[in-house]
């Protein structure tokens, strides 16, 4: 669509764009957040992340100048231009972001080698100007830009210079910085660059790609293989202004039962009650503190989904209801494939009501996984989500606090489903190629509806496959990452640009899924997953056993260390899920999301910030016992010891296996409650204030941990505010509606 504007027009906070080939439509959502779109296929929006009209009334102005149509608001401008090329400014009349006028440049001749590619690939050989998308748009690049978010996408906390696809994948391989596809699709990118900040969130569910100035310096772009141009520009005054922009958008993390906030424990490998019940019964002996075992697909009969494998596992539910007695939680896998076998219940039910995807032809498609030939639920079809949801009843009948949605890419054993197999889009037909991405979306709404219909609580959903919005639904792991130390050093980039995508609940198979663990990597694991919102140890069939007494006594020790640790920080991380349902800002931070005018943090992949004063610099490098460290601007103090460090400079600082390097920025306040073996040992009655010099406040939430009374007012809120340099801590009730502590306790480090 191009040519000369012909006319516009204003309808609420839309504004109509008539080209002299197409209309557009820019609508103002907020002062901050402007929408763009383009009806290539729809000419409605058909969001699978946004829920609800998100406009608000916004006063806004629509002038015509010389040149451009310039959309203004109090926080936000656009222009308008022939040829549809729409820039953004910031309110002073700075530029933002501008699209670019030349389009993408490959240069005068293209390579036969590329040609015999994209014929290769069913591609049209694009003319000198660039092959296109079918959907497309391209931003210029001043060459200060940083790029954050992305979801999981591999490699390093910056994606300048990187280029990426969305397409959720299944690939046991290990994954390196090269890959650009895994198993999540969220498209939103934020770009921080000296002239400001802001993001883009591209909804679109079709197989997109984004290059991200790799092709051309000049340039990063974003396209897709259908669909509607439709994207958000979402500005803000520093980063964590768009990801709030973003979150509210796309939706936030609901705060979770506190229970899932603990340990857990998995393996593709236990495959009988005896090895669920050794894993508990080792767990308690040790004293190494365990909230929740994970059931792997070993735990169904013949791998049929809601079913029980009573051979090895015993009666339905028996083991279950037999480690709850000890404080363990259950959660087990379910895979959306299901087993094309006549007679079994869900596959009848589902043949009858027409609920699985079909051929273009009319018959039910079928492909095979882990119980051979099976057929895909369409969770595009609301009857379907509901019939699904339904389906939850059995397990929580078993004594099943959580479900874990794996292989929901959708994953297939005999080759990618084709892109013409059909699927409904809520109230049409669709096909995979528009649906793939939001397929593991889908179904973890269902699941999370069903959980709740089911026992009331704050459902727990983990999935691996998900798209922008999922967050409202689920946590998510970074699916089968490999027992190396490439990818415990990269788990740090992947769960910090989670969070900055939305996902704050988020977490990596602590020690690798894949190959073999080795003691030492394990120790430095644990001591990122002890500050990771999900804290999980996962591991494959075949490979090394990875609870910690399967290796040494000093890995057993730093196991109890940092497992213990992160029991005592729970009041901690459960505020900060208080404040991210609020505000959309994550757990775990880059440290640029609060230091954005430091370039020292633009590509700082080696520590993360826990909130916005508990700074964590762990050991990533095997046999190393040192690390360099970064602090920045203000005062710090060690977490253990409250010796100060000045910011704006590196520390060379001791780390033996057994210590992760931590800092608390002056002013902060850490909550400590006593330990516990699990959530629920014994009542949290008394609360501990590490108190840090400097000023500060400090908001510390408390209810049931469990349902969802407190959106009704059954919580409690303290504020506790302290002085500088002095130890006196006053504290205050800003509501009342639970059970108050019996005691409130402060212990000083670094006065």
């Known amino acids: 669509m191009s040519g000369k504007r012909v006319s516009h027009r204003v309808d609420g906070n839309k504004i109509e764009i008539t080209f002299e080939r197409g209309t557009a439509v820019l609508s103002v959502l907020r002062e901050d957040i402007f929408n763009v779109f383009v009806p290539c296929e729809t000419k409605e929006h058909r969001s699978k992340a946004i829920e609800g009209d998100k406009g608000v009334p916004v006063e806004f102005t629509v002038t015509e100048e010389a040149e451009a149509l310039v959309i203004k608001t109090p926080a936000l401008w656009a222009k308008v231009y022939d040829g549809f090329f729409v820039d953004f400014y910031k309110k002073d009349g700075t530029l933002l972001c501008a699209d670019s006028r030349t389009g993408r440049i490959f240069g005068s001749q293209l390579s036969e080698k590329f040609i015999s590619f994209l014929e290769a690939e069913g591609h049209d050989v694009p003319d000198a100007s660039g092959f296109h998308y079918p959907v497309e748009i391209v931003k210029t690049m001043d060459g200060d830009e ?114 899932t906030l603990g340990y857990h424990q998995s393996r593709w490998g236990y495959e009988s009650a005896e090895d669920v019940r050794e894993v508990a019964e080792h767990y308690r002996k040790l004293r190494i503190p365990c909230d929740t075992i994970h059931f792997d697909i070993d735990y169904m009969d013949g791998y049929r989904v809601f079913t029980w494998n009573e051979k090895d596992f015993g009666a339905p539910g028996a083991i279950i209801r037999e480690i709850a007695d000890s404080g363990f939680k259950s959660v087990c896998i379910v895979d959306p494939g299901v087993k094309l076998d006549p007679g079994y219940a869900v596959y009848d039910e589902g043949m009858e009501q027409d609920y699985f995807a079909k051929t273009p032809e009319g018959e039910t498609y079928v492909n095979a996984v882990w119980p051979g030939d099976a057929v895909y639920p369409d969770f595009g079809n609301p009857e379907v989500r509901s019939w699904w949801a339904k389906k939850q009843s059995y397990l929580t009948g078993l004594g099943v606090r959580g479900t874990w949605n794996d292989m929901n890419e959708p994953a297939s054993f005999r080759g990618e489903l084709p892109a013409d197999v059909v699927f409904t889009d809520e109230d049409k037909k669709s096909s995979h190629a528009a649906m793939h991405n939001v397929y593991g979306h889908l179904m973890a709404k269902a699941t999370y509806e069903g959980l709740k219909q089911a026992d009331g609580k704050r459902p727990f959903v983990i999935t691996r496959a998900c798209y922008a919005g999922s967050q409202k639904y689920s946590t998510v792991w970074t699916g089968d990452n490999q027992s190396l130390w490439s990818h415990l050093q990269m788990a740090v980039p992947q769960l910090c640009n989670l969070g900055l995508s939305g996902f704050a609940f988020a977490g990596t198979d602590v020690g690798g899924f894949g190959a073999d663990c080795t003691p030492e990597l394990l120790c430095r694991w644990v001591q990122v997953g002890a500050f990771s919102p999900l804290f999980r140890n996962h591991s494959s069939k075949g490979s090394t056993r990875q609870e910690p007494w399967q290796f040494d006594e000093t890995t057993i020790a730093v196991n109890r260390k940092f497992i213990e640790l992160r029991y005592r920080l729970l009041p901690y991380f459960y ?64 977490f253990e010891t409250g010796r100060p460090y000045e910011g704006k400079q590196y520390y060379m600082v001791d780390a033996p296996i057994d210590v992760c390097p931590m800092f608390v920025k002056e002013g902060g306040m850490i909550p400590i409650w006593e330990l516990c073996q699990y959530v629920g040992e014994k009542p949290y009655d008394t609360l501990k204030m590490l108190v840090f010099p400097g000023n500060g406040t400090y908001l510390h939430y408390r209810d049931n941990g469990a349902d969802f009374a407190y959106r009704d007012g059954a919580y409690h809120l303290y504020e506790f505010s302290g002085v500088p340099g002095q130890k006196e801590i006053s504290v205050k009730l800003l509501h009342e509606g639970y059970t108050p502590y019996r005691e409130i306790v402060f212990e000083t480090r670094g006065f």
């Open 146 to 259: 940083k790029f954050y978010g992305l979801g999981d996408k591999s490699g390093f906390l910056n994606k300048r210079a990187y280029e990426y696809e969305n397409w959720n994948s299944d690939i046991p391989q290990a994954h390196t910085e090269s890959y650009r596809a895994l198993y999540k699709s969220v498209p939103f990118l934020i770009t921080l660059k000296t002239a400001g900040v802001y993001g883009i969130f591209f909804d679109n569910t079709y197989k997109s790609y984004i290059n991200l100035g790799k092709e051309n310096t000049a340039y990063y772009y974003y396209g897709a293989d259908g669909g509607n141009l439709d994207y958000y520009f979402i500005s803000g005054g520093h980063m964590p202004e768009v990801v709030e922009g973003y979150t509210w958008l796309t939706g936030r993390t609901p705060l979770p039962q506190l229970w």
């Open 575 to 638: 505020d900060l899920f208080h404040e991210c349902e609020k505000t959309g800002l994550p757990i775990m931070r880059p440290l640029v999301l609060h230091y954005e005018d430091d370039p020292e943090t633009f590509n700082l992949n080696g520590e993360f910030l826990v909130g916005e004063k508990l700074l964590v610099a762990p050991v990533l490098e095997q046999g190393a016992v040192k690390k360099l460290i970064y602090l920045p601007e203000g005062t710090w103090y060690d």
